[in-house]
């Protein structure tokens, strides 16, 4: 069993945003700044154990179309305090790694970070979702330091394997398609395919240490 993230205190509640284009730069700068502590993390841990548990990492705003999308399913007013107070995933950042193991390694890494706040943890790795999907997600409250005030931003993280990724990513492209609509038939394959999916993370990972164990002896 891998262990889990500690969730931190939360903080108190933010100045009021008032504005969109103020949305858009604090989240904006949020990203800015998880990137940045993200290549420096994983430029650390390639120091000490010569290796860098991140392959690559990508980032989005959220678009205001979704934004409004997602407080009209949940029935709430759309208006900007409702956004940030909402809206998880305004900001996002994707995390890939090669094997599962790096997943939690970077998630504790991320935790012992004394200026972030763990908002909320899902371990979608542990504990797949009914589909077949695997990811790791993490809710950051990241500091952004404006010339008045300090405004915390939520940032999502997804983590996951290169697998899990090519995985998701075919699954969204297929409820698009079929607008959530999708045969019972192609479920059950996508399901199946996860646990194929699965099963070749931990034979990669298990292949890849016997390979250091070699280069150890």
């Known amino acids: 069993m891998y262990p889990r993230a500690k969730m931190a205190q939360t903080k108190e509640e933010n100045p009021e945003v008032e504005s969109w284009e103020e949305v858009i730069l604090i989240y904006n700068s949020a990203l800015k700044e998880m990137n940045t502590k993200l290549e420096i993390l994983n430029e650390e841990f390639k120091h000490v154990h010569s290796y860098n548990p991140i392959e690559h990492i990508s ?3 959220k678009s205001s179309e979704g934004i409004v999308k997602k407080l009209k399913k949940h029935e709430r007013e759309v208006n900007i305090e409702n956004m940030v107070k909402y ?3 305004i900001a996002g950042v994707r995390i890939i790694c090669s094997f599962t193991s790096a997943i939690y390694n ?3 890494m991320i935790t012992n970070q004394s ?3 763990i908002l909320s943890v899902k371990d979608y790795v542990q504990q797949p979702k009914d589909s077949g999907y695997q990811s790791y997600h993490m809710i950051i409250g990241v ?3 404006l010339s ?3 405004v915390e931003a939520k940032v ?3 983590i996951r394997t290169v697998a ?3 995985w998701a990513s075919l699954e969204h492209k297929i409820n698009y398609k079929f607008e959530g609509k999708v045969p019972d038939y192609i479920r059950a394959d996508l399901v199946e395919n996860a646990f194929m999916i699965r099963e070749l993370d931990s034979r990669m990972e298990k292949l890849n240490d016997e390979v250091n164990k070699i280069n150890i002896e």
């Open 156 to 158: 999502e993280l997804q």
């Open 164 to 166: 899990m990724d090519f």
């Open 143 to 145: 500091p952004v330091y």
């Open 87 to 89: 809206v998880n995933d």
């Open 106 to 108: 970077i998630a504790d």
């Open 115 to 117: 200026d972030l706040t």
């Open 148 to 150: 008045d005030r300090i």
């Open 59 to 61: 980032s989005r705003l």
